[in-house]
């Protein structure tokens, strides 16, 4: 239930006439303020008080008004019955569904094979996986898919480097059967070292540099010994992603398909692009041009194709968008990646739509700032070395641990992770997408203030109240204190923030709701007892239904965020 848009559309209705709803800061004066009266009365050239005391009586002759009053210049003030709001809060957690529901295609996650996750990637995926819950919850068909790297320069570099180190494998030797079962295995650990390592010989060793770029070329065109010992990485390397997917509890991909499988669309694409002369020949390269007049900052061209005539990175995202057409045909394409490569969507998006494969308008970056250590560079571990993903959440876990100590508190390892997961995500969620933040381990694993575990230790609190009081029957006493009326308030501002979050795409507006609504339900606890025996039977029952829709609300709100609330803590 949104109330504020219920509540604004009864009254535009009423004065036949679109005026804005305003929450006013301070809630003594109202639950609502419009001012109607005053864009009424400017084209109207009337005095803007004195047509608020003409409308008002309107306003009072709404059902749910409880009482309104002209403020300031012309505002009018107005307070819903306390019945009303009773009523309208059983369906507090109900999100309304989206009037167009659409077909949106995500790209977010997309790890890289042989290469381990990064800190980059933690919100991508935390992000990510949290909009995909948002539209999913509005009634929207989502589909995710984790654009692997897993086609690039990499793999050459990869294999290259296992043909230095073991040439005597069977995937070198020119009689190589694809039939034949090779004996050899790669462990993870060891796996994501030979990246780095080729990465930074092949930049003192010309030779070894022509040779992986050979190696990639060969293995792009099918060279059967390569591909065979790449589907063996690339195993291990799906291993790790999905344990990470496990690990963050995002919701699985619905596509796990990347680079390699957009090359099969290579084909149709490339003929697109040459009947309509977009390709051209610059230094070996195969080049499309994006630049429009219009361009204040410069526009380098697309590489289609690079000089040794690879495919390329920007070649397989627009071959992916032709395979999302084919595949889902979205009413959009929404990236979440890293703001730094803003400018490759920005190329990408004019090539598909000069080519006609999809519209400029109907994709979107949500491009993501920097996750920074204290002193404001991208977060490392203590050894100096850039953070993997599994460092992050090792970090946090410890963290909790030594709060904990530090509370006498005694909890399983499984709720600790749970914890540690939540203060990463929730402190992920809570800064605007496009914005760095400092990751601070001990901050986000306080138990008090803006933090994960805050919002966790509220949910295992009305769960226990709930659990303590067992059986009740639900109450709806008609009068509301205080402490219980902004409760209320709040729960049904749920729908909106969920709508909002998705149409300005901003999943920090659920994390930021999310703070907020925890303070009014710890406010409530403190202040509105439930339990104590001398609490008289209507009133805890009308307080145990007030925690029951508390509990619905942030348990979804939770869910939206992919945080698991622990038994106890
Ligand atoms: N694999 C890339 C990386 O790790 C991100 C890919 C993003 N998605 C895309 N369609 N380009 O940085």
Redesign the pocket.
């Known amino acids: 239930m949104n109330l504020y848009k219920y509540v604004s559309e009864k009254i535009n209705e009423k004065l036949g006439f679109e005026a804005k709803l305003e929450i006013p800061r301070n809630r003594e004066f109202g639950d609502f303020s419009t001012n109607a009266a005053m864009v009424m009365a400017r084209s109207a050239g009337k005095n803007p008080r004195e047509l608020a005391g003409n409308i008002l009586p309107k306003i009072q002759e709404l059902d749910f008004v409880e009482s309104a009053s002209v403020a300031g210049p012309g505002f009018i003030n107005l307070k819903i019955r306390d019945d009303f709001l009773w009523n309208a809060a059983e369906s507090a957690a109900d999100v309304t569904p989206a009037e167009k529901p659409m077909v949106i295609d995500m790209?977010y996650g997309?790890?890289?094979v042989a290469k381990s996750l990064h800190i980059?990637?933690l919100r991508?995926s935390i992000v990510g996986d949290t909009f995909n819950r948002i539209a999913k919850c509005l009634g929207h068909k989502t589909f995710s898919w984790n654009?692997?790297?897993d086609w690039g320069k990499p793999m050459g570099l990869v294999i290259a480097w296992i043909e230095r180190l073991h040439p005597e494998l069977p995937y070198f030797q020119d009689n190589f059967d694809s039939k034949t079962p090779v004996d050899y295995e790669i462990d993870e650990k060891e796996l994501n070292t030979y990246y780095p390592a080729a990465s930074a010989f092949a930049k003192e060793n010309p030779e070894f540099q022509l040779r992986a770029q050979k190696i990639k070329a060969d293995f792009q065109s099918g060279h059967p010994g390569y591909f065979a010992l790449y589907e063996k990485f690339l195993a291990v390397s799906l291993r790790t992603m999905n344990n990470t997917v496990n690990r963050l509890n995002i919701l699985p991909f619905d596509y796990d398909l990347?680079e390699r499988n957009a090359a099969n669309y290579l084909a149709p694409v490339e003929k697109i692009l040459r009947e309509k002369n977009m390709i051209y020949e610059n230094a070996g390269a195969q080049i499309i041009d994006v630049k429009r007049d219009d361009d204040n900052k410069p526009m380098p061209p697309y590489m289609w194709r690079d000089s040794r005539g690879a495919d390329t990175?920007d070649s397989t995202?627009l071959a992916?968008v032709y395979c999302r057409k084919k595949t889902d045909n979205p009413d959009k394409i929404i990236?979440f990646?890293?703001l730094r490569?803003s400018l490759?969507f920005e190329q990408l998006f004019r090539v598909a739509d000069m080519s006609g494969i999809y519209p400029y308008d109907k994709f979107e970056h949500i491009g993501y700032g920097t996750v920074n250590g204290a002193d404001g560079k991208p977060f490392k571990t203590r050894d100096g070395s850039a953070a993997g993903l599994d460092d992050i959440l090792d970090v946090a876990n410890d963290a909790v641990k030594a709060r904990i100590t530090e509370f006498d508190k005694k909890l399983d390892d499984e709720t600790i992770k749970i914890i540690a997961l939540a203060a990463v995500k929730f402190n992920d969620l809570l800064h605007d997408v496009k914005s760095d933040y400092i990751f601070d381990p001990s901050q986000i694993t306080s138990f008090e203030g803006r933090t994960g575990p805050y919002v966790l230790y509220t949910a295992v609190r009305l769960n226990s109240v709930l659990r303590r009081a067992g059986e009740f029957t639900k109450s709806k006493n008609a009068k509301l204190e205080s402490d219980e009326r902004n409760l209320i308030m709040e729960l049904l501002d749920f729908d909106r923030t969920v709508q909002s979050a998705f149409d300005s795409r901003a999943t920090d507006l659920v994390a930021n709701y999310t703070y907020d609504l925890c303070q009014l339900i710890n406010t409530f606890y403190h202040n509105c007892p439930i339990l104590r025996e001398d609490i008289p039977a209507d009133t805890r029952a009308t307080r145990l239904t007030l925690v029951q829709i508390a509990t619905d609300v942030l348990t979804k709100a939770l869910d939206l965020m992919g945080l698991k609330i622990p038994k106890e803590m």
Do not use: S
């Open positions: 790209d997309a790890y890289n980059g990637h991508t654009h692997i790297g990347g990175y995202d992916a990236y990646t890293d490569q490759h």
